[in-house]
């Protein structure tokens, strides 16, 4: 599975909108939603934002495992 496909994913299972995350990482919701596309490489320190806030792995985000593992 791609990364970008996997940000949606874990978007869709909070049934949150792109708007909401774009404000969580302090972007717009068109720079998101090039991400979550795969238009855009997403930065490092926004992936560390969103494992936080989902309480995931950046392995689980990047779609290394599909062990959806939460953060000790």
């Known amino acids: 599975m791609f990364y970008f496909q996997r940000l949606k994913d874990l978007r869709e299972d909070k ?3 792109q ?4 404000k969580l990482l302090m ?3 068109q720079q998101y939603g090039r991400y979550e596309n795969g238009l855009r490489e997403i930065p490092v320190h926004h ?3 969103l494992c936080k806030f989902y309480n995931v ?3 689980y985000i990047l779609g290394i495992t599909n062990e959806y593992r939460t953060l000790k």
């Not at 708007?19 to 774009?22: G, V």
């Open 47 to 49: 992936i560390i934002t």
């Open 19 to 22: 708007s909401d995350i774009a």
């Open 57 to 59: 792995s950046a392995d």
């Open 27 to 29: 972007t717009t919701q």
């Open 15 to 17: 049934d949150l909108t």
